[in-house]
């Protein structure tokens, strides 16, 4: 028999909650300081060029905005279908979600190159493109996200969540399938003209969220001293694993469909056996750290009940996200273009050319500011809104628990050993 868990703020008033606010802080003004570096001195300072476009800002931000959506994914399960033991931790899921998209779209404003820019962005639709679409999904998603949240810690509202649920479900597909899609539409680059993108992008943010989640559901209760049982994380871990096994699948089936066409050998080639960094990432990275081992880990029988193995599961699993993310957004720009199909190109604006990247440390703490600026949204959100059930013990969200009966296999030993002393004083006088 489980009880309603009582949502609750942390206490947030520890020395070691203020100095993990405080690096996280200090990580956003890193970031702050390296976007005004870029912005004062121009991208040349940079490891991008006019090859090269996107870079490791762009990978962060993907990253975050994908697993933002995933994120959503607990939430959605207690909602949409109706999964109880989920329902304590929707709103912690919804925080998330609209944390991450936060921390990604920062990275994406500041690097911008100018401010601008924010303006004509903002003014200035072309609504062929599927960046225009995007700006309204992820507006879209902040304020449907919002209002779902509000009804579920809205207790005279708490009945239309499940509406709101379903139509934040919807949003979020949608949203990552124009994530995807801004890879997918683009004909010119052999490595993304695939209509996969779409589905892929959706099963990488179910289990990069999902990952993402874990880590910062365990970190919240082990920090706050708060009990976390063994039901949900092994759940969580198992859902964990078939997400990796999807995203594994789904990566199998583009470059087998790419290598089917004889246009794409070449960047899949360049990608799987060429040799260089990008392949090292994809076999290592991706496939191995990221996909191989948190199976293994999630699915052994001896580590998938431990919820320092779930932990290590996750965290591989977002480091194989980042080296996916990354071989898929530069190594796709690294490849030549291909100008004019059946002949060698050369000329002085490098035509023919695998490009050269290295990331600049600018670039990489921009980045890693949009991390923490999600993470410290997330840590002072706990600290002044109920977002954390009080307990998440096996007694509360288990169905299927039952207490041992330890009280009454004492109880019963005490009566037997009462009745043995009982038939020993009685059998005493007769011998």
């Known amino acids: ?16 909650y203020f100095t993990l606010v405080g690096w996280f802080a200090l990580f956003v003004l890193a970031g ?45 399960m207690a909602s949409v279908f109706n999964k109880s033991a989920y329902k304590p931790l929707a709103p912690l899921s919804a925080l998330l979600a609209l944390a991450l998209l ?19 962005a903002m003014t200035t639709y072309n609504f062929k ?27 005279r509202m708490v009945r239309y969540s499940k509406p709101a649920g379903l139509f934040a479900f919807i949003w979020r597909l949608a949203l990552t399938t124009g994530t995807g899609s801004i890879f997918g539409f683009l004909v010119a680059r052999q490595a993304y003209d695939a209509a996969i993108m779409a589905p892929l992008f959706i099963v990488m943010s179910f289990s990069f969220g999902l990952a993402i989640f874990l880590l910062v559901l365990m970190a919240s209760y082990h920090w ?7 039901y949900v994380l092994r759940r969580l871990g198992k859902l964990l694993g078939v997400f990796a096994a999807a995203v594994l699948y789904f990566t199998t089936v583009q470059h087998l469909t790419n290598l089917y066409a004889s246009e794409h050998h070449g960047v899949e080639g ?12 994809f076999w290592v990275g991706q496939v191995i750290i990221g996909g191989i081992i948190p199976l293994a880990i999630l699915f052994h029988p ?64 921009l980045g890693v500011s949009g991390v923490a600026l999600a993470l410290i949204l997330v840590a002072v959100a706990i600290k002044i809104l109920p977002f954390l059930p ?31 002393v009982g038939e020993t004083a009685e059998a005493t006088p007769g011998t």
């Open 390 to 420: 009080q307990t998440l013990d096996d007694a509360s969200i288990d169905p299927h628990f039952k207490a041992e009966p330890a009280e009454a296999d004492a109880s019963d030993e005490e009566e037997e050993d009462a009745a043995g």
């Open 129 to 155: 493109s599927i960046f225009a679409w995007n700006i309204y999904l992820y507006t879209g998603f902040f304020f449907i996200v919002g209002v779902y949240l509000w009804l579920m810690m809205e207790r």
């Open 270 to 281: 360049f990608i799987l056996a060429g040799g260089s960094v990008y392949t090292a990432l």
């Open 102 to 120: 936060a921390g990604g779209l920062a990275v994406l404003v500041l690097d911008l190159g100018r401010p601008d820019r924010l303006i004509v």
């Open 302 to 365: 001896v580590t998938a009940g431990s919820r320092s193995w779930i932990g290590l599961a996750s965290a591989l699993v977002i480091i194989g996200g980042l080296a996916q993310v990354y071989v898929i957004i530069i190594g796709g720009q690294a490849f030549p273009l291909l100008l004019f199909p059946g002949m060698e190109e050369s000329s002085s604006f490098f035509d023919g050319q695998v490009a050269t990247y290295a990331p600049s440390l600018p670039e990489v703490m």
């Open 32 to 76: 702050l300081g390296a976007a005004w570096y870029m912005e004062h001195n121009g991208h040349f300072v940079t490891g991008m060029s006019n090859q090269i476009v996107w870079g490791t800002p762009h990978v962060f931000a993907v990253f975050l905005i994908v697993a933002a959506s995933g994120a959503l994914n607990v939430a959605s």
């Open 224 to 230: 706050t001293g708060r009990p976390l049982g063994d």
């Open 1 to 16: 028999m489980t009880s309603k868990p009582i949502l609750q703020v942390i206490d947030g008033d520890s020395a070691g």
